[in-house]
């Protein structure tokens, strides 16, 4: 089999022989883009998010393909999602080893990165990870925490204006500082992960109190609440104050629990899943983004905005790390936003032949 | 834990009690029931069903309750669900075992039974399984055939004039001389299972090449292809001669592919299951009743047979056996399929920042 590998020189050489094949029409999106960009930049106080999370380099090897180095992190995953409905900004850290160019990425979509501080004498976080055929499974190899390991979220006075906030999966007792210095932003939404729930339990319940919205897989549903049934699961996670539970399913797709309602879609079906890292993080981001985008944040706004995070999150496993999602543009996520209507839609008409039968 | 058991008396009891519970309505329900009845009568020519598989007693033990023996079977899970719909009749074997009181069951839904055999010097077929917490996985203890084992479908003039039918989880070579004696038949759909995938797969390959409608679940879609992406195996499966896969996911719902489309729903959430013995059966019942009821078999009909399949069988988990869905109502039912509607929709409005940006 052919493997396939990362970096500029095959980003580059597929980016122009996709343009070639667009013609004018990436051309005529690229400008909408830009100008969209323009639009936020005048719109960010209405609409404003803000992501704490990590900011790294990933080395990932699945069976398809092997990468040594590209941008990952919750936070990158995240806002560079969530960028193309939105004003996001980025609070983490970096190292001196996160260079002009790599910064450039997060310029290129209009992301804020005030609160991204640099530490030049520390490395960068990273993380190496390996797929097997069962791409729901990451086997991680190597991580070096670098910079990570002492980061203390520091926010600027425009990141503390934030509407919507989300807390990636860091440490609870730091995504819970993070919160208390925003107590003013509209929606607040929290992921977390295994590590977390097993060690920091109690920290991380207290996080959860304080936040409207928790996004997770449904492993961690079951594990944060010692519950195997995962509808009784999410009762038990609303029932300790978010008004909502979005779960994550991976290839089966993703349910919004609230207290009155059950909301369920599918994933998009993909015939192939290239690298699935990331992929929580940039349904978040189109969940998050969209909900940004929007004045009213109820369950409807809550139910387009989970088809949007399952757009974004179809989109990033089809290539390595971030490749997919900086090449999208607003017609294909539309598009395949389209395409979850045709694939859910059925006729409301109920079973009728009994009444047709006593007539 | 208290656990329950079943059996008449636990059954009687609870019926009683219901009864009381809903009042005269429970009685209405009754004499709409006969009503439906009497109409199916009249329309056997226009719907008529066919099901051959097994009837059985199971032995099914959950951590939730016992039952030493029950209705079970493929036939009998099939039938009994799609009576609400429609016109069925069963093709399988019985031995002398199988008491006039186990054969009133069928007689009270309007089953037809001419085409089963009872064979006064054998025994029933039985199966005793146990569920552990995880419910998804159904451990057989103990398989004993019985008249089953020499079982030769036997079909009256009037089964050869089936428009639906469908042939339950047995070899084969069976399921083929089924269909071939029903030439006229206007969709003929098939379910199997890993034994016979592992020990009689050509067999089963021009099985598939006859029919319209394959109906299994995701483990064998995988199994029977050698593919682990679902999507290609569904493609590869389609490529063989059926126009249409239904995957059936347990708790994460079910799909429908067709070369053109895909169409996918999620499970109805139960905070519990209770015995998911006969589920998928009861599954295809609701599926291939409900387009017995249609006089189009278009995809149209096929997405709310998907989810009237998907409201049989999550009543079908909630008690023993056939116990909860003997007791079930067309309001019920309808009621479910709605919730379905409910729990799917979110209006189609793509995102449009972009262009208020531009204007």
Known sequence: MLKKICGRLAGRSRQAASSKAAGTKHHVSDSLGKLFRLFLETQSKKMSLLVVGSVAFDAVETPFGKCEKMLGGSASHFSISASFFTK??????????????????????????????????????????????????????????????????????????????????????????????????????????????????????????????????????????????????????????????????????????????????????????????????????????????????GEDAMRRAMIFGSVMASFNVEEFGTERVRRLTHHEINERFRAFKRMTHFEEIPFERVEQAVR
Not at 112 to 132: N, S
Not at 180 to 195: C, G, H, R, S
């Open 88 to 297: 996001v900004s980025i609070v983490g850290v970096v190292g001196g080893d996160f260079s002009d160019e790599d910064h450039k990425v997060f310029d290129k979509y209009g992301i804020g990165t005030h609160d991204l501080e640099r530490i030049a004498g520390g490395k960068t976080f990273r993380w190496r990870g390996r797929y097997d055929y069962d791409l729901n499974v990451a086997h991680t190899l190597e991580t070096q925490l670098n910079v990570f390991a002492d980061f203390k979220p520091k926010l600027s006075e425009e990141s503390k204006d934030a509407r919507l906030v989300f807390l990636g999966n860091i440490q609870p007792d730091l995504q819970r500082e993070v919160r208390e210095q925003i107590p003013k932003a509209e929606l607040v939404a929290l992921d977390t992960m295994n590590l977390w729930i097993e060690n920091t339990r109690d920290s991380l319940l207290r996080t959860i109190k304080g936040v409207d919205v928790v996004i997770i897989n449904d492993a961690e549903a079951r594990q944060l609440t010692g519950i195997p049934n995962l509808i009784k699961a999410a009762r038990t996670i609303l029932s300790w104050g978010p008004k909502a539970l979005v779960v994550k399913r991976g290839e089966y797709g993703a349910a919004l629990f609230t207290e009155e309602n059950y909301f369920a879609i599918p994933a998009y079906p993909l015939e192939s899943v290239f690298d699935p890292t990331g992929a929580g993080d940039t349904f978040a981001g189109g969940f998050m983004g969209y909900l940004s985008s929007q004045e009213k944040l």
